[in-house]
């Protein structure tokens, strides 16, 4: 079976970088997205309600409050924006969007070696 690829919204990823900390209340949530990103009581249930029906969050009950936590994985949701990224901007080329990633930032001698690195640990696994 296929995994399905996982994308967010700008307002999505601000929740769930909270929920990949720790799991959290509604009231947590609130009061950190409130200081974080000035968001209303309001805006974060609702968030939390899309969210939940989504299937990007999930709860417990831990007495009357639901523990709310992240139903995906950070590295799930990554790879998901990774592919998407790929697709639309660069038509599908891993070259081209190196390319343009290595023609655009000023890289060091260590993150070259990191960038050998990981293309000798995929070449290997070609074989």
């Known amino acids: 079976m296929e995994k399905q690829t996982v994308t967010l919204s700008q307002s999505e990823w601000t929740v769930m970088e909270t929920l990949w900390q720790r799991p959290k209340t509604l009231m947590e949530l609130v ?37 709310f936590s992240a139903a995906v994985s950070r590295e799930d949701v990554v790879a998901g924006e990774t592919d998407s990224l790929l697709k639309r901007a660069y038509h599908g080329s891993v070259s081209l969007m190196f390319s343009a990633l ?14 050998r690195d990981i293309l000798a640990q995929a070449e290997e696994g070609l074989q």
């Open 102 to 115: 290595t023609k655009k930032q000023d890289l060091s001698k260590e993150e070259i070696q990191e960038l």
């Open 31 to 67: 009061r950190e997205l409130a200081d974080s990103a000035h968001w209303a009581k309001s805006t974060v249930t609702t968030m939390v309600r899309r969210m939940e029906e989504k299937g990007l969050i999930t709860y417990q009950m831990q007495g009357r409050a639901k523990l």
